[in-house]
């Protein structure tokens, strides 16, 4: 079957699953969104670890579902913020577990000490993201409102079709590269094609009253989902060229990993979720 085609149906199921599941119910969503923090932690370490540490990657996952569970169950009004504090006692048990490995460096000494990074990493890089959207998905009554996230994941969305569009059409063959020395199929054609597509999506989203914003906020997320998806996408294009790995796994037939899938997520909502609280619009 034509790449392309795997990579649309694969991409319209995704979309399917993950606006079902926020408009559906509240739990069905943290059910999705916590296997896909595993997912996504699981990759991160396989890619950075290749299987070493068992032990340490096991507490690791753990950790990265704790991170998540936790801010949902603040979020939905379950859990006493001071509760938040179990996470100290999580993160020092990953650096601390590596001490008991098992496995013993083959080449490098102190190979666990520089390991450690990846670990700790992993879940402020995978889980701690979309922890934080539970601070959107619940009001401070605890009522739940999935809009704002939706509208997130719609310009999100918007920007990478947009981007895909524009590059294919204009960017390819001719076009004016972005970064090539980490990402050298994207193309400023690109870019400004998905900016443009975000702000498009902006205007509808205030037209259909999407969000109960002004239209200058709602472009201006729009922008900082635009950019810093921009960055999020080059920042995994990095992490994965760093270990010369193509893709972060094949769960999406056309598109990779989860990983893949939500790199760009990874860095653009924790931004707008800051602009939202700054400027308390929620």
């Known amino acids: ?66 991170v998540y569970a936790l801010f949902y169950f603040y979020g939905s009004g379950l859990m006493a913020p001071r509760y938040f504090w179990l996470l100290a006692l999580l993160m020092a048990a990953i650096p601390v577990s590596l001490l008991y490995s098992k496995d013993k460096p083959a080449k490098t000494m102190g190979d666990g000490y520089e390991k450690s990074g990846f670990f700790l990493m992993a879940p402020v890089y995978t889980a701690l993201p979309f922890a934080l959207t539970n601070l959107v998905l619940f009001d401070s009554q605890h009522n739940h ?52 597509s975000s702000l498009v999506t902006a205007f509808l989203i205030y037209y ?14 729009s922008i900082i989902v635009f950019l810093f998806s921009v960055f999020g996408d080059l920042v995994e294009s990095l992490f994965k060229r760093n270990f010369g790995v193509k893709d972060s796994g094949n769960l999406m037939p056309g598109h990779g990993g989860l990983l893949d899938r939500f790199d760009g997520a990874l860095v653009a909502f924790p931004v707008a979720i800051a602009y939202i609280k700054i400027f308390e619009l929620f």
């Open 1 to 66: 079957m034509n790449n392309t085609v795997v990579r649309s149906l694969s991409g319209t199921l995704f979309v399917i699953i993950m606006t079902g599941s926020l408009l559906l119910s509240p739990v069905i969503f943290a059910m999705v969104m916590l296997f896909s923090v595993l997912v996504m932690s699981r990759e991160f370490l396989h890619i950075s670890n290749k299987g070493n540490y068992p032990a340490t990657t096991r507490i690791t996952l753990a950790v990265s579902a704790a």
């Open 208 to 221: 259909f009253d999407l969000l109960d914003f002004g239209f200058f906020h709602i472009a201006a997320i």
């Open 145 to 196: 409102n999935p809009y704002i996230l939706l509208s997130l994941f719609i310009l999100l969305w918007s920007c990478d079709v947009g981007a895909y569009v524009f590059g294919m059409a204009f960017g390819q063959k001719n076009g004016h590269k972005l970064f090539p020395s980490v990402s050298p199929k994207k193309s400023w054609e690109g870019f400004f094609g998905g900016m443009f």
